[in-house]
């Protein structure tokens, strides 16, 4: 069955410190892989995805993630995080073959900013 | 552009009692979806609406849970009774219809949350 997994619950990271959410799926094949951010109160914003090509990906909000396809994982990263980015992180996935059937998202990592 | 509207953003009821949550989507989107939000976990999908036709509706509790989409655009989903266990947080997202090689990102509005007591 189609997974996704976010070992760290919470992470606390110090302002202007970097950054690294881990994500590993488990899929037949390459899926679809995004990143979303939730904050307080708010829907889900698309941080960044990735469907084919070049491993590193560019987002919003200064956010990248690579996808290792022999490690099963696809982590986001920020050279210097800003207080403003405390919220909670999904990675999810699609189906490449069904795109747009239903995502399939992690438990979530909450990230705390500390100054 | 206005996004994805839900109402209402709160709600809170005994259980047994009925309770329905509106969604508007972005407008020309053809494709519509309810998702459960547990706390601590990630969005589950319940239902999946191309146009009228419900296309997905797997994972919906069939006893309980219903949703309509009459005229293709607004959305409501209903729950009747509710259960300690339907507090959560539901989210309506919608994106431009599913074509074969085309990927259609879903927009997400901010959700009802529901407190059952």
């Known amino acids: 069955a189609q997974s996704v997994t976010q070992p760290d619950i919470h992470i606390t990271v110090s302002e202007g410190a970097s950054l690294e959410l881990r994500c590993n799926y488990s899929y037949g094949a390459t899926p679809y892989l995004f990143w979303y951010v939730q904050s307080p109160g708010q829907g889900l914003q698309l941080l960044l995805k990735y469907f084919s090509g070049d491993t590193l990906v560019q987002g919003i909000k200064g956010f990248e993630a690579e996808f290792k396809r022999s490690q099963s994982s696809f982590n986001l990263r920020k050279p210097s995080v800003h207080w403003s980015d405390a919220a909670e992180y999904f990675c999810a996935v699609d189906s490449p073959n069904q795109a747009g059937t239903a995502l399939i998202f992690g438990k979530g990592t909450t990230l705390s900013v500390s100054s | 552009e206005a996004g994805v509207v839900q109402s209402p953003r709160y709600k809170i009821i005994e259980k047994k009692q009925p309770v329905a949550f509106w969604c508007n989507p972005i407008s020309g989107h053809n494709t519509l979806y309810w998702y459960r939000q547990n706390l601590g976990q990630g969005p589950e999908l319940l239902i999946r609406?191309?146009?009228?036709?419900?296309?997905?509706d797997s994972q919906l509790p069939k006893d309980r849970f219903s949703a309509e989409r009459l005229k293709g655009v607004d959305s409501t989903l209903k729950i009747q009774p509710a259960e300690l266990g339907d507090s959560a947080v539901y989210l309506c997202?919608?994106?431009?219809?599913?074509?074969?090689?085309?990927?259609?990102?879903?927009?997400f509005g901010p959700g009802t949350r529901l407190t059952v007591l």
């Open positions: 997202a919608s994106s431009l219809v599913r074509l074969a090689g085309i990927y259609n990102e879903q927009f």
């Open positions: 609406y191309e146009n009228e036709e419900a296309v997905d």
